[in-house]
Nanobody, 122 residues
C-alpha cells in the first residue's frame, strides 16, 4: 500500500491563489500518472488536472488557463497551482497516483490521498 499525502488547502477569497501539494511514497519509476480530482456534495468526483509520466498534462475545461499541474524533479511530488480562484472551485481536492505494475498484463493500480478542502468565498 503506497502512501499519498496532500497538503495546501484552505479558505481564500475569489481571485486569490492556492497551491496544493501531494507526495507519494511509491517507486517513482513506476508512476504512470498523477492527478488532482475534486468533489462537492451531491456530485461525482471529477478530474481537475493530470500529469502523465511523459510530462503531458490535461485539464478540466473550467480550470484551463487558471490552474497548472507540475511535478518536482524527484518525481514523487505533484503540485496544483490554482490562480484566479472562483467560488465554484470550492470542494475537497484529492490526489490520485497511478502506478504501472511492471509485469504482464501491465495494468495500473491507483492510490488516493485523504483529501484537502478548498473553500473560495465570493
Amino acid at each position: 500500500q503506497e502512501e499519498v499525502v496532500e497538503s495546501g488547502g484552505g479558505l481564500v477569497q475569489a481571485g486569490e491563489s492556492l497551491r496544493l501539494s501531494c507526495t507519494t511514497s511509491g517507486t517513482v519509476l513506476w508512476i504512470y500518472d498523477m492527478g488532482w480530482y475534486r468533489q462537492v456534495p451531491g456530485k461525482e468526483r471529477e478530474l481537475v488536472a493530470v500529469i502523465h509520466s511523459s510530462g503531458t498534462t490535461n485539464y478540466l475545461d473550467s480550470v484551463k488557463g487558471r490552474f497548472t499541474i507540475s511535478r518536482d524533479n524527484a518525481g514523487n511530488t505533484v503540485y496544483l497551482q490554482m490562480n484566479s480562484l472562483k467560488p465554484e472551485d470550492t470542494g475537497v481536492y484529492y490526489c490520485n497516483v497511478r502506478f504501472l505494475i511492471p509485469s504482464p498484463p501491465y495494468q495500473t493500480t491507483a492510490y488516493w490521498g485523504q483529501g484537502t478542502r478548498v473553500t473560495v468565498s465570493s
